[in-house]
């Protein structure tokens, strides 16, 4: 069972559709992470929060907006997306951002499908 | 950001222990060494981490080169659930906000026989 927690664990939607991924986390961590997966290949970071200011962006479309309302929750909100954006979306949280030392915790991710 | 070289597949027998390999040669004094594992069909999971000294806890055994430019992950015993992609990340201990992020290699999938 993992710890973080991520809805819906499908998602099939269409390019001109507006979604949103969710992400929620209990354990008091205050920097949270999104990931994209493609099949068969390694996570790759998207955006980080700390302290629920956005710390990175890696170059990310702007098709993708995070939100981060509180220090629980973390949001991907989706509009207009590509079907290359088909993927694995991971979500993780850690303590801190800044602590080497500190493991990341991972939700068991959203499979998105766009049409 | 220092790189990580593992090899792309290994195979292994159930009930036998696996010694899955890590290169990182570029590897500075304060980084830490972190594995982590995905198991088909779910995010990835936290193994060990350590930064001088060989390290255990209940899911794995981690041991550190004397120079650190390699380490090893030994599960003692494979079971059929261990089948996953494993992969060994560098961290380093006081990170910037550019530098606290994980950086996923392609990792080693394991595959574990009956």
């Known amino acids: 069972d993992t710890e973080v927690t991520q809805t819906p664990k499908h998602l099939v939607m269409g390019m001109t559709n507006k979604k949103s991924l969710k992400c929620e986390q209990h354990?008091?961590?205050?920097?949270m992470y999104w990931y994209k997966q493609k099949a068969k290949k390694p996570p790759e970071l998207m955006f980080v929060y700390s302290y629920e200011k956005l710390s990175i962006n890696e170059s990310v479309p702007s098709r993708f907006s995070p939100e981060c309302p509180n220090s629980s929750l973390l949001n991907l909100h989706l509009h207009a997306l590509q079907p290359e954006d088909s993927a694995l979306y991971l979500c993780?949280?850690?303590?801190?951002?800044?602590?080497?030392?500190?493991?990341?915790?991972f939700g068991d991710g959203t499979r998105l499908s766009i049409l | 950001d220092a790189k990580t070289t593992q090899p792309n597949s290994m195979e292994s027998n159930e009930e036998e222990p696996v010694h899955l390999p890590c290169n990182h040669s570029?590897?500075?004094?304060?980084?830490?060494i972190h594995w982590y594992r995905q198991l088909p069909s779910q995010g990835p999971e936290y193994v060990i981490h350590?930064?001088?000294s060989n390290v255990n806890n209940r899911m794995a055994s981690l041991a550190i080169a004397e120079d650190r430019k390699s380490s090893t992950l030994i599960l003692h015993r494979a079971t059929l659930r261990d089948a996953a992609v494993y992969y060994c990340i560098l961290r380093a201990a006081w990170a910037s906000s550019n530098t606290g992020k994980l950086i996923f290699g392609q990792g080693t999938t394991l595959q574990v026989k009956p």
């Open positions: 354990m008091g961590h205050r920097a």
């Open positions: 993780a949280s850690s303590q801190e951002l800044a602590r080497g030392n500190q493991p990341q915790h």
């Open positions: 570029t590897i500075s004094g304060t980084d830490y």
């Open positions: 350590g930064l001088t």
